[in-house]
């Protein structure tokens, strides 16, 4: 890391590394690859040689799937 930079927090982050988004949202790190593969174009990205997951488009997936939930029970 370069001298008089200091890493940025990881809720700031727009993009998050499978082990980040893991930690950040709870989720086990198999579980999360999982999600990101099957799910890359709506919430992650696959570059170079990782997959990253965009952090809002995570949240608004979880929020869906919890209003998906709450149809189903009514």
Not at 20 to 48: Q, V
């Amino acid at each position: 890391m370069r001298e008089g930079k200091k890493p940025m927090a990881v809720s700031e982050k727009y993009m998050l590394t499978i082990k980040e988004a893991a930690e950040y949202f709870n989720i086990g790190i198999k579980k999360m690859r999982r999600l990101a593969e099957d799910n890359e174009g709506e919430f992650a990205i696959y570059m170079g040689n990782r997959y990253l997951v965009i952090r809002g488009r995570f949240e608004q997936y979880i929020v869906n799937l919890s209003r998906g939930g709450e149809d189903e029970e009514e």
